[in-house]
């Protein structure tokens, strides 16, 4: 099984290292195609005005001057193009990616075009609690879970349009309580945060930041996550809100299609 891993925190990135040790307890054939620089909150961007640069790091170990979108397209249609890959990972990511948070996210971003493309594809989240920890995100639980997690889910049958979003807690691995399938869940309120700076020189700048929330909807990811479990949500590219097409369809006299 051909495997490519990539993430939106950068080809650097100590989460994208434990992705390949996880990768590398399913198959030999690894293939790491990641930005070269952090894209966090790229969502699925690609970049279209200015050329991309690719340097190699080692046998199957590149970088690319762009998204994590960019990296998957240039994985699947240029440097892998002769034979393609099987499975993408991305991940692992510093950090939660649960709830609406998945549209700014790079990291399941790039295993979307990886579904575009065809090819089964999974992305893989740490979650962390920054509070005396500062920057420093412990992986245990997904070096520990990873392999559980994923074997199941490769086994699958294929499905098109379909990957799907992991994220591990924020737990010791003995900790963990299982894994739960559930629903992407979403927030309650507006979670915004935009600080305002004056620089040396004199001119305005801005900071943007998600704040927490305290709706956590049962059945939800972000439920499973406060409960100590491994959650996974299978998500699709099909953004079509169905049961809204016969409303919508009314308001324009009725015809559908």
């Given at each position: 099984?051909?495997?490519?891993?990539?993430n939106?925190?950068?080809v650097?990135a100590?989460?994208l290292t434990v992705?390949?040790?996880i990768a590398?307890?399913?198959?030999?054939?690894?293939?790491?195609?990641a930005p070269?620089?952090e894209q966090?909150?790229?969502?699925?961007?690609?970049t279209?005005?200015?050329?991309?640069r690719?340097r190699?790091?080692g046998?199957?170990?590149f970088?690319v001057?762009?998204?994590?979108?960019?990296?998957?397209?240039?994985?699947?249609?240029?440097l892998?193009?002769?034979?393609?890959p099987?499975?993408?990972?991305?991940?692992?990511?510093?950090?939660?990616?649960?709830?609406?948070?998945v549209?700014?996210?790079?990291t399941?971003?790039?295993?979307?075009?990886?579904?575009?493309?065809?090819?089964?594809?999974?992305?893989?989240s740490?979650?962390?609690?920054?509070e005396g920890m500062?920057?420093?995100v412990p992986?245990?639980?997904?070096?520990?879970w990873?392999e559980?997690v994923l074997r199941?889910?490769?086994a699958m049958?294929a499905?098109p349009?379909?990957?799907f979003?992991v994220?591990?807690p924020a737990?010791?691995?003995e900790?963990?309580?299982?894994?739960?399938?559930v629903?992407?869940?979403?927030?309650?309120?507006?979670?915004?945060k935009?600080?305002h700076?004056?620089?040396p020189?004199?001119?305005?700048?801005?900071?943007?930041?998600?704040?927490?929330?305290?709706?956590?909807?049962e059945?939800?990811?972000?439920a499973?996550?406060?409960e100590g479990?491994v959650?996974?949500?299978?998500?699709?590219?099909d953004?079509t809100q169905?049961s809204?097409?016969?409303?919508t369809?009314?308001?324009?006299?009725?015809?559908?299609?």
């Open positions: 099984m051909r495997i490519l891993l990539t939106d925190d950068g650097h100590p989460g992705l390949e040790e590398r307890t399913l198959s030999d054939d690894i293939w790491i195609v070269s620089e966090s909150g790229a969502g699925h961007s690609l279209l005005t200015r050329p991309l690719v190699q790091h046998e199957k170990h970088s001057s762009g998204t994590p979108t960019d990296a998957v397209m240039m994985a699947v249609g240029h892998m193009k002769d034979a393609k099987d499975l993408v990972l991305s991940g692992v990511n510093r950090g939660a990616n649960l709830a609406e948070d549209t700014y996210s790079g399941v971003s790039a295993a979307m075009e990886g579904a575009i493309s065809g090819i089964r594809s999974i992305a893989l740490q979650v962390y609690v920054r500062g920057d420093a992986f245990a639980a997904a070096r520990a990873g559980r199941p889910l490769i049958p499905s349009r379909l990957l979003n994220n591990f737990v010791e691995p900790a963990v309580k299982g894994i739960r399938v629903r992407q869940g979403f927030h309650d309120v507006d979670r915004t935009i600080i700076g004056t620089d020189r004199g001119y305005d700048y801005y900071w943007f930041g998600l704040g927490k929330s305290d709706s956590v909807p059945g939800s990811d972000l499973g996550i406060a479990y959650t996974v949500t299978p998500l699709h590219y953004l169905d809204a097409i016969a409303a369809a009314q308001a324009f006299g009725g015809q559908i299609g």
